[in-house]
């Protein structure tokens, strides 16, 4: 085997992430590709979870549409997950003794273990989830010394008497996995090779933001973007910047807004119901032409919705959600490594043209982790610009130039002292309501994105060259498609569109897109289909020759959904063209 997905399931305490967590560590130091997610319930503490690694030799783009291992210590906990952890046929199941599998799965191939006993005889009774690791790594050939290396790491801050005692009981576990019958599967095969680096879409974020010079970051805890204020808050204070959690996402997009105007790059992170809370002061960045950068990981919604779910239903409110005509920009990240190239964009775009910039994510994203190359977290830098002294003879904050882009000036700068607020203003930053200022001043800040539209062109376009069917998607479904696409027979017919600048969106190349396509298919995860109803305002998207697949978002998406959607688009070509 070059692809094997493993599952853990368990209570609170029982490890399943931990469990999860060593396993991915270790491939990825054996330069294996590695795509770690979880799945828990919204709870504070407690509670049922799940953690999911796919690992292979070969590039992957999403987490496995099956799983292959599955390591179960309550048959009651996994109920929850009955929808969303789907058994590969040939899937072989490990379970705590005495706690029977279900009616369901009594067929399949399953393994007793007492966990809870090979734990105590150890002498480390809270560790049956290294006792699991001991014995999955030994059956399917991974390195058992990295693997005690990275126990002995993990519990690195316990006692010695801790670590040993985990180290015993990931060799038990290995001394179990003789005693169990065979199942003529194959072992993994691969070859080492450089390792990489692990890390989640959140991490990438908030490294990311200290790459592009964020220096000021205010934050409400709210999940599932909660890491990035927890890494910037141990981070920045080290870099001599300041991080702040606040009573709400209100003061928090208030505080980021601030300290732009006081020239410092800033940002926030936040999930669905912060930034409902943000969209007014938004309009306040936009209409003071100040930067600010807002994270948005969705979730699934409306209201408290599915906290610890992902959903791509946030892009009506990060596009449109105003009062007024805002401009705005929004971009969106594919992948892990992309979350922290779109970032760094972000800033650039929000320093250089003096709008707020919302970049999307999603839990599927920002709380997966995924190898990728340490080499490749670089990029370009863009700073704002700061008024120079002849642009500040007679200066004015609000001059209307042909890009809309103004000079800045920030407190303390000789002769750039203006005004600003809320309201509508002339080029001096004065007050003024009348239409023909209004008109003139709309016209300056939304030319900014046409700038921003040519200077940055942003999607990602793959599959066939001169495609039969054309695929439209965004965000996290984009690795779904492209891990599709290597899995189907006809894949060479499809083609892909993937616009990662959302708005302004690329229009002109998105539609010469559409126009080359017999037909296309839109994907995405949302029940409302946004993307799609937000594309029919930007590109003519033919409805006679247009496919919409959209559902709620809850589990995430299966490459092989985007397959059967394929196949029965293509099957339907095939009849049409018979007759």
Not at 527 to 533: D, G, I, L, S
Not at 560 to 575: G, H, K, P
Request: glycine letters at 8%; proline letters at 5%; a negative charge.
């Amino acid at each position: 085997m070059h692809d094997l997905t493993f599952a853990f399931v368990g209570a609170g305490g029982d490890g399943a992430v931990t469990a999860g967590d060593i396993i991915a560590g270790v491939c990825a130091s054996e330069g294996l590709q590695v795509i770690k997610t979880e799945a828990y319930g919204p709870q504070i503490r407690g509670g049922e979870s799940s953690s999911t690694v796919r690992v292979s030799s070969k590039p992957i783009y999403a987490q496995g549409d099956t799983v292959d291992v599955l390591v179960v210590f309550n048959w009651a906990d996994f109920a929850r997950f009955r929808n969303e952890l789907l058994l590969a046929p040939d899937a072989v199941i490990f379970h705590e003794s005495g706690d029977a599998p279900p009616e369901e799965l009594a067929s399949r191939t399953c393994h007793a273990v007492p966990f809870a006993a090979l734990a105590k005889e150890a002498g480390a009774p809270k560790s049956k989830n290294v006792i699991a690791v001991g014995l999955v790594m030994a059956r399917y050939g991974l390195s058992l010394d990295v693997t005690r290396h990275a126990i002995s790491r993990r519990f690195a801050k316990k006692p010695a008497a801790v670590i040993d005692a985990n180290l015993r009981a990931f060799d038990r576990g290995v001394m179990q996995e003789e005693t169990l019958p065979q199942d003529g599967k194959e072992r993994l095969e691969y070859t080492y090779s450089e390792p990489k680096l692990l890390m989640s879409g959140n991490e990438a974020s908030a490294f990311a933001a200290i790459h592009a010079g964020c220096r000021f970051f205010a934050g409400y805890p709210i999940t599932p973007s909660s890491e990035i204020l927890h890494f910037l808050a141990e981070w920045l204070p080290k870099l001599g910047g300041s991080s702040l959690q606040t009573e709400d996402e209100l003061s928090a997009i208030g505080a980021v807004i601030g300290a732009s105007f006081a020239g410092a790059k800033a940002m926030t992170a936040t999930s669905g119901p912060g930034l409902s809370l943000m969209s007014e002061l938004l309009g306040l960045s936009s209409m003071a032409e100040v930067p600010a950068v807002i994270v948005n990981v969705q979730r699934g919604g409306p209201s408290t919705g599915l906290p610890t779910a992902s959903e791509q239903s946030d892009l009506f409110h990060a596009v449109y959600g105003s009062h007024g005509d805002t401009p705005r920009v929004v971009i969106a990240c594919t992948d892990v490594e992309s979350s922290f190239h779109a970032t760094v964009d972000a800033f650039n775009i929000a320093e250089e043209y003096q709008v707020p910039v919302i970049m999307l994510t999603d839990q599927s994203i920002a709380q997966r982790r995924e190898t990728i190359m340490a080499s490749v977290l670089e990029h370009e830098v863009r700073d704002r610009h700061i008024a120079k002294p002849d642009e500040l003879e007679d200066y004015r904050r609000y001059r209307n130039t042909a890009d809309g882009v103004s000079p800045m000036s920030v407190p303390g700068i000789a002769g750039g002292m203006y005004q600003t607020n809320g309201l509508e203003h002339d080029e001096q930053g004065r007050p003024n309501s009348s239409f023909a200022v209004h008109e003139e001043m709309n016209a300056k800040r939304y030319r900014k994105l046409a700038a921003i539209a040519d200077r940055y062109k942003m999607f990602d376009r793959f599959g066939a060259k001169k495609p039969e069917i054309g695929i439209l998607c965004w965000g996290s479904s984009t690795g779904v498609v492209r891990e599709a696409l290597a899995h189907m027979k006809d894949g060479d017919r499809v083609g892909v569109f993937a616009p990662r600048m959302i708005t302004p969106l690329p229009s002109h190349d998105l539609q010469e897109f559409i126009d080359s396509c017999e037909a296309i298919l839109v994907v995405e995860v949302s029940y409302a289909a946004q993307f799609t109803q937000h594309l029919r305002t930007q590109v003519d998207l033919p409805r006679g020759k247009t496919t919409v697949y959209s559902r709620s978002g809850g589990k995430n998406l299966a490459a092989s959904e985007v397959e059967n959607e394929l196949q029965r688009i293509l099957t339907n070509r095939s009849q049409e063209v018979a007759v």
